[in-house]
């Protein structure tokens, strides 16, 4: 018998953008939606307000980061996502 009460894995997730950029909007809605039906918390970071993730990321934002690992970029997949973080 299983609790179905039992805690859902807890991750952090952090998407990397920057201004004016479409495909950052778009990842954006993915990311939210994702999060919210999962009730994650999640963070989103301009490349531009740290050199390092600007050199590392610059040609392919947006990012989404789990427990600060890349796992996705450009074209954000709510499947992937999804089953990224239930895992």
């Known amino acids: 018998m299983t609790d179905s009460a039992a805690p859902r894995p807890s991750h952090e997730l952090v998407l990397l953008t920057k ?3 479409h495909l950052c909007e ?7 939606a994702v999060a919210d039906d999962l009730g994650l918390e999640w963070q989103e ?8 993730l600007e050199r590392r990321f610059a040609e392919e934002i947006p990012v989404v980061m789990i427990d600060g690992v890349q ?4 074209r954000i997949d709510p499947e992937r996502l999804r089953r990224l973080l239930t895992s």
């Open 19 to 21: 201004p004016d950029c």
């Open 45 to 52: 970071k301009s490349i531009l307000e740290d050199p390092e």
């Open 26 to 32: 778009a990842a954006r809605e993915t990311v939210s």
């Open 71 to 74: 796992r996705d970029f450009w």
